[in-house]
Nanobody
Framework: QVQLVESGGGLVQTGGSLRLSCVPSGRTFNLYTMGWFRQAPGKSREFVAS????????YYADSVKGRSTISRDNAKNTVYLQLNSLKREAAGVYLC????????????WGQGTQVTVSS
């Protein structure tokens, strides 16, 4: 099964930007959909955005629309999450996940990368 490794997290000031990366092992096939989730301290995991690898179609949570962009680079086999206009509430561990596009359940999860938003 695919393994996911996230990177790009760090400390950013309120209103700043950050780009997260997710590198799956091996090749990413057309049947996969990649997603980003966020787990804030003391809160449950919530969906942020997803992208269908084959079509490039994207889907965003209402809370991040206009401020976040998910994309993929076929040559680098990498999925990105661009975070802009970051607020304190955007802090947390960002997790990359993968599922078969025909499924509604994300089966594979990365270890996560920490995003800290300072004032």
């Amino acid at each position: 099964q695919v393994q996911l490794v996230e990177s790009g997290g760090g400390l950013v000031q309120t209103g700043g930007s950050l780009r997260l990366s997710c590198v799956p092992s091996g090749r990413t096939f057309n049947l996969y959909t990649m997603g980003w989730f966020r787990q804030a301290p003391g809160k449950s995991r919530e969906f942020v955005a997803s992208i269908n690898w084959s079509s490039g179609n994207t889907y965003y949570a209402d809370s991040v629309k206009g401020r976040s962009t998910i994309s993929r680079d076929n040559a680098k086999n990498t999925v990105y999450l661009q975070l802009n206009s970051l607020k304190r509430e955007a802090a947390g561990v960002y997790l990359c996940a993968a599922r078969r596009s025909a499924s509604s359940v994300y089966e594979e999860w990365g270890q996560g990368t920490q995003v800290t938003v300072s004032s």
